[in-house]
Structure formats: C-alpha cells, structure tokens
C-alpha cells in the first residue's frame, strides 16, 4: 500500500523559504508516476503547485513557478518542495501526491495523496 | 489556463436520493487523439485530504462505490451519487489535467437534507 508523509516546519516568516519534504513508503520513486504538491489554503479550494519525475524532469505552476523548486532523492524514496520569498499568502495546508502520468500530457490526476501539513507564515 | 467552473456552490439531499454536481471547463479537456476526457472528481471529508473517485470523466477508481458515476465530455461533466448515504457529506472537486496549469473547481459543498 502507497503511502505518502508530508513534513517541515510548521511556521515559517515573511520572506524566507518554505521547505518540505514528502517520504514515500509501499513504492520506490524509481518504479514510474510523477510526484508532487497541491495546496490550499483555509477554507477556499485546492492549488496545484508542480510535480516531478524520478528522472529530474519537472513541470510547475506559471503563478508560483519563480518561487518554486520540487526536488527528488531516489535513495531517500522522498522528493521535497521549496517555496521562497513566502507572505501570508502561502499560508495552507499543503499535500505531496502521486499524479497518473499521461503521455500526451504528463501529471494528470492525484491517486494517492498525503495527510498534509499545514503551514503558518507569521513573524 | 483552463477555468474549471462548479454548480452549485452547495446542495443539500434527502438520503437515498440522488445528488447532481455539474463541472464545466472553460476549453475543451477532450484529446481528440485518443478520444479521453482529461477530467477527474475528488472527495474531500473535513480534515482529510482529497480522496480519488473518477479519472478520464467516468471510470470510477478502484474501491469506490458504484452508486458513483461520472459523465460528460468536452466541456461538460457531471458527477452523480445515486442514492445519498451519511457518509458522501463532503466537498467534491473537479479537476482537468488536460494542460498545466492543471486546475480545479471551486467545489461543491454536499450536505443532508
């Protein structure tokens, strides 16, 4: 059974980086699919943010992609998230997933999805 | 981007009687190459992450129940809970993963009648 645990700090300040990591059990990264992350922030709906491939290859949200940087370790079978420059904004609990990969299109949909982690931007 | 737009906002059903939530994309999610919706219907209980129920518009994911189903293509797309039970109160979100960036409606908020 796939598993997915999202960790990180939990409150992070104005302006600095937001850091996670996503571990994967019950699957090797290696094997295939695409991983990645989808926020949302209290109360309102859902956010893709970007996903990755075990290979490096990755795609990424045009809104954030600047701030943004999805990073994968197949000995660790986990892949991480780096957001930068964070504001209240980026308040949200934030989910790691695996997305279905399609050939003519790449990440399609999420099958298994983390718990999430929510994360406060505060001073 | 595509704008994935849900009706209603929130819909309250008597139990054992049938819920309707409609999704429209904002372009076409239809591959015409291989003839697939690129539409997928979550359900999301307080709390708790997204769960998967549909992909490609109508096939329902493994252990999901059949009172589930999903229709639609193009631009149009319905999800259809047959016959209400206590355990569908949830938030239910459409998602296309036809190009990036993918996107999601706003949800719909499912309750009792």
């Known amino acids: 059974q796939v598993q997915l645990q999202e960790s990180g700090p939990g409150l992070v300040k104005p302006s600095e980086t937001l850091s996670l990591t996503c571990a994967v059990s019950?699957?090797?990264?290696?094997?295939?699919?695409?991983w990645g992350w989808i926020r949302q922030p209290p109360g309102k709906g859902l956010e893709w943010i970007g996903s990755?491939?075990?290979?490096?290859?990755?795609y990424y949200n045009p809104s954030l992609k600047s701030r943004v940087t999805i990073s994968v370790d197949t000995s660790k079978n986990q892949f991480s998230l780096k957001l930068s420059s964070v504001t209240a904004a980026d308040t949200a609990v934030y989910y790691c997933?695996?997305?279905?990969?399609?050939?003519?299109?790449?990440?399609?949909?999420?099958?298994?999805w983390g718990k999430g982690t929510t994360v406060t931007v505060s001073s | 981007d595509i704008v994935m737009t849900q009706s209603p906002d929130s819909l309250a059903v008597s139990l054992g009687e049938r819920a309707t939530i409609n999704c429209k994309s904002s372009?076409?999610?239809?591959?015409?190459?291989?003839?697939?919706?690129?539409l997928a219907w979550y359900q999301q209980k307080p709390g708790q992450p997204p769960k998967m129920l549909i992909y490609?518009?109508?096939t329902r994911e493994s252990g999901v129940p059949d009172r589930f189903s999903g229709s639609g293509s193009g631009t149009d797309f319905t999800l259809t809970i047959s016959s209400l039970q206590a355990a569908d109160v949830a938030v239910y979100y459409c998602?296309?993963?036809?190009?990036?960036?993918?996107?999601f409606g706003q949800g719909t908020k499912l309750e009792i009648k």
């Open positions: 490609w518009a109508s």
């Open positions: 990755i491939y075990h290979s490096g290859s990755t």
């Open positions: 372009q076409s999610v239809l591959y015409s190459s291989n003839n697939n919706n690129y």
């Open positions: 997933a695996r997305f279905h990969y399609d050939v003519l299109t790449g990440p399609g949909y999420m099958d298994v």
């Open positions: 998602q296309q993963y036809y190009s990036t960036p993918y996107s």
């Open positions: 019950g699957y090797s990264i290696s094997s295939g699919y695409y």
